[in-house]
C-alpha cells in the first residue's frame, strides 16, 4: 500500500509521455490483445475467434491504406489473402521451407500481383480498380478450385502450427506470434501515414490539382496503395494458414472481400485502431448473431446486418466506431459542465 | 531557345476546347528574378495559360522554355504534372487548392514534397535519413510560416480559416519547393485593400528573399501596375500587347478590351 503511493506519483507522468508515442500505444494494446485469452472463463472457442480478429485485423490495415487513406476500393482483396495463405502453406509442407521465408513469400507475391494488376487498372480512370479485382478474383478463386496439385481444391489444404528455428507454436503462442505481427504492422503503418506518404495520401483524397502542382505522382501512389494492401493481405492470409492449419476455395468468397469494406468504413474510415475495431465488429458479429435466439437460424443475416450498419454509420457516424471513446468523454465533460463538476470541465477545456 | 537571362519562355502557345480557342497562338518571355503580370479581361485564358505550362492541360501546339533549378532547359510540355514543381516552377491556384483536413504546417510540408529524397520504406521504419529530412522539412516550414506572418499558427486547421489567411497559406507553400518561378494564379482575389497592399510588399520580398521570378494574374490593377516590371494583357486568348506597366495603362487596344468588358 505503502509503496504503491510512492511508486504511483513517479510512474504517471512517465506513463502519459510514453502514451504520447503511438509504438507505446500499439505495443501496450497488444499487450492486451496477447493476454486476453489468458481471461478466466474463455473457451477455446472464443480464442479461435480471438485468432479470427487478429489476422483479419491485418487485412483490414492494409484495407486502410487502400480505402481510407488512398480513397480506391477493392471489391476482390479476398483472392489475395488466400494466396498468401496457400503459398505460406505450401512452402512449409510441400517444400519444407522454413516458416518465416513462407511469410515473406506470402507477402511479396500478393504485393506483386497487386503491383501487376494496378499497373494496368490504375492507368484507366474512375472504377476500374474495383471492376479489375472483382474479375481477378473469380479467376484467382478458380484457381484455387482447379489447380489440384497446389490447394488441393475443395478436399482442402491442411497445415501445421508454425515452427521457428525448432521451437514448435501452439495454439496459444501462434495466437501472440500474430498480435506481434499485427502490432508490428500498426506501427510500420502509423510511421509511414505520418511521414511524406502520408501527406501526400492526403492531399491526393482532399485535392488532386494541389497534390499534382506539389509534386504527387498519383499513378504512383495510388499503385503504392494498393500493393501495400494487398502485400498486407498475403500476411494475413499466411497467418490465417498457420492458425487454423485449413484452407480450401469457399473461405475465399466474395463477402470476406466486402467484410474488409465494411471494416474500414465501421471502424472509422482512415484510421488504423478503425481498421482492428473494424475488424472485431465484423468477426464478432456473425458470433454474437448465433446466440440471438431466431436470429442465428437465418441465413444471411449477418450479412444483411452489416450492410444496414455500415449505412447507419455512413449517415449518422462517418468517423465510425473509433471515436465512440472520445464522444462519449466530450460528451461526459459536456454535461458535467455547470453542474456536478465545474472544475474538472475546465481542465477538459484546457486540453 | 532561351536566353540565359530569361527564365520561361512561351512559344506559340495554343489551346482549344471544342470550336473554343481559349489560348491562341500565345507567346510571352519573363526574365530572371522579374515580377511579370498577365493581364486580361474574364474568360480571356489567363488560367487556361497556367493549366498548360503546368501540364495540367497538354496544349495542342507551342512550347513553354525553361530554365530548371538542376541548370538545365527544358520544355515543359514535354513533362508530366507532377514534375513541374521538382523542376522548378510552382503555382497557386485561383479557387485555393489546399488540404482542409491537415493542419498549417502539414499543408506546407506537402508543397515541399518534391523535395523530399527518402521513400515509405525509410520513413515506416523512422530510419535516420527519413527523420533527419522530415525535421529538415518541419523547420524550413515553421519559419516560413512565421515569415508569412502567420507565427503560432502551425498545428491550426487549415479548414475554417479566414479566407486571406488561405490565400497566404497557399503562397506560403509555393516557397517550400525551393522554386525558380512562382506563378500567382489572382493571388489578390477576396483580399480587401490593406491585405492587398501588404500583398504586393510581400510579393516583391519574396522575390528578394527566395532569389526567384514571379508570373501573376491579376484583375486587381493596383497590385498590377504596382509590383510588375512587365505586363501581357491578353483577351479571347490572343496577345494584346506587352511593355511596362505604363505603357499598358496607354495602350488603346488593351483599354477597349477592358472597356469592352466592363459595363
Ligand atoms: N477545361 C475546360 N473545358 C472547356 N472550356 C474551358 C476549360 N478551361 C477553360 N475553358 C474556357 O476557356 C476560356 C478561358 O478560360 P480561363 O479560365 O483560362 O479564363 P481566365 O482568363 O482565367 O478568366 P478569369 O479571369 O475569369 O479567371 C473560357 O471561355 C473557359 O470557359
Ligand atoms: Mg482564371
Redesign the interface.
Known amino acids: 500500500m505503502n509503496k504503491s503511493t510512492t511508486f504511483l506519483p513517479t510512474l504517471m507522468p512517465m506513463l502519459r509521455l510514453a502514451w504520447k508515442k503511438a509504438w507505446f500505444r500499439y505495443v501496450s494494446f497488444g499487450v492486451v490483445l496477447a493476454a486476453l485469452p489468458l481471461i478466466p472463463g474463455m473457451t477455446s472457442s472464443n480464442a479461435t475467434i480471438l485468432g479470427s480478429v487478429v489476422y483479419f485485423s491485418i487485412a483490414a490495415l492494409g484495407f486502410q491504406v487502400l480505402l481510407g487513406y488512398s480513397g480506391q476500393i477493392s471489391l476482390g482483396h479476398t483472392a489475395f489473402i488466400g494466396v498468401g495463405a496457400y503459398v505460406s502453406g505450401y512452402i512449409v509442407k510441400e517444400l519444407g521451407l522454413p516458416f518465416p521465408l513462407a511469410v515473406l513469400a506470402a507477402a511479396v507475391l500478393p504485393f506483386i500481383l497487386g503491383l501487376v494488376l494496378g499497373l494496368i487498372a490504375l492507368r484507366l480512370e474512375g472504377y476500374y480498380l474495383a471492376i479489375a479485382t472483382l474479375g481477378l478474383a473469380e479467376s484467382i478463386r478458380i484457381v484455387f478450385i482447379e489447380a489440384h496439385g497446389f490447394t488441393r481444391g475443395f478436399s482442402g489444404f491442411f497445415s501445421n502450427y508454425p515452427r521457428v528455428l525448432g521451437y514448435q507454436f501452439n495454439k496459444g503462442s501462434t495466437y501472440v506470434f500474430m498480435v506481434a505481427i499485427l502490432v508490428a504492422l500498426m506501427i510500420l503503418v502509423y510511421n509511414f501515414i505520418n511521414a511524406a506518404t502520408g501527406r501526400a495520401l492526403a492531399a491526393m483524397r482532399s485535392s488532386q490539382s494541389a497534390a499534382q502542382a506539389m509534386g504527387v505522382s498519383l499513378f504512383k501512389y495510388k499503385l503504392m496503395a494498393f500493393a501495400i494492401s494487398t502485400g498486407f493481405a498475403g500476411i494475413a492470409g499466411a497467418m490465417y494458414m498457420h492458425f487454423f492449419r485449413y484452407s480450401d476455395p469457399t473461405i475465399w468468397n466474395s463477402g470476406l472481400s466486402l467484410n474488409l469494406v465494411v471494416a474500414c468504413i465501421v471502424g472509422g474510415i482512415a484510421s488504423i485502431e478503425g481498421a482492428v475495431i473494424g475488424a472485431a465488429f465484423v468477426v464478432a458479429m456473425p458470433e454474437l448473431l448465433r446466440i440471438v435466439p431466431g436470429l442465428g437460424s437465418i441465413n444471411g443475416a449477418s450479412f444483411v446486418l452489416s450492410g444496414v450498419v455500415i449505412i447507419l454509420v455512413l449517415l449518422f457516424y462517418p468517423g465510425g466506431l473509433v471515436n465512440v471513446a472520445s464522444d462519449i468523454g466530450k460528451l461526459r465533460s459536456r454535461l458535467s459542465k455547470g453542474s456536478k463538476h465545474p472544475e474538472r470541465s475546465t481542465e477538459y477545456v484546457a486540453e | 531557345m532561351l536566353p540565359n537571362k530569361s527564365i520561361l519562355k512561351v512559344e506559340h502557345l495554343s489551346i482549344s476546347f471544342g470550336g473554343l480557342k481559349a489560348v491562341d497562338d500565345l507567346s510571352f518571355e519573363i526574365a530572371q528574378n522579374q515580377i511579370y503580370g498577365l493581364i486580361g479581361p474574364n474568360g480571356a485564358g489567363k488560367t487556361t495559360v497556367f493549366n498548360c505550362i503546368?501540364k495540367?492541360y497538354t496544349p495542342d501546339s507551342g512550347n513553354a522554355w525553361f530554365h530548371t533549378k538542376q541548370g538545365k532547359t527544358v520544355n515543359l510540355v514535354d513533362h508530366?504534372?507532377?514534375?513541374?514543381?521538382?523542376l522548378g516552377m510552382?503555382?497557386t491556384?485561383q479557387n485555393v487548392?489546399?488540404?482542409?483536413?491537415?493542419s498549417i504546417l502539414?499543408n506546407l510540408?506537402?508543397?515541399a514534397?518534391?523535395q523530399?529524397k527518402?521513400?515509405?520504406l525509410a520513413?515506416?521504419?523512422?530510419l535516420r535519413k527519413?527523420v533527419l529530412e522530415?525535421n529538415e522539412y518541419r523547420t524550413k516550414a515553421r519559419s516560413i510560416i512565421e515569415y508569412m506572418g502567420l507565427g503560432g499558427k502551425d498545428a491550426e486547421l487549415v479548414g475554417g480559416q479566414p479566407y486571406g489567411t488561405l490565400k497566404r497559406i497557399e503562397l506560403a507553400?509555393t516557397l517550400m519547393?525551393n522554386p525558380k518561378l512562382i506563378i500567382l494564379d489572382e493571388p489578390a482575389a477576396g483580399l480587401n485593400g490593406t491585405e492587398t497592399q501588404a500583398l504586393a510588399g510581400l510579393i516583391k520580398q519574396i522575390r528578394i528573399d527566395f532569389n526567384c521570378s514571379v508570373l501573376l494574374v491579376e484583375h486587381d490593377m493596383t497590385l498590377v501596375m504596382g509590383v510588375c516590371e512587365r505586363i501581357c494583357a491578353i483577351s479571347f486568348g490572343k496577345k494584346l500587347a506587352e511593355g511596362t506597366p505604363t505603357e499598358i495603362r496607354n495602350n488603346q487596344s488593351v483599354q477597349e478590351a477592358y472597356l469592352g468588358k466592363d459595363e
Request: no cysteine.
Open positions: 503546368t495540367f508530366k504534372v507532377h514534375d513541374i514543381v521538382g510552382v503555382r491556384f487548392e489546399l488540404i482542409k483536413e491537415l502539414d510540408l506537402i508543397g514534397h518534391s523530399f527518402t521513400g515509405v520513413q515506416s521504419f523512422r527519413a522530415e507553400r519547393s
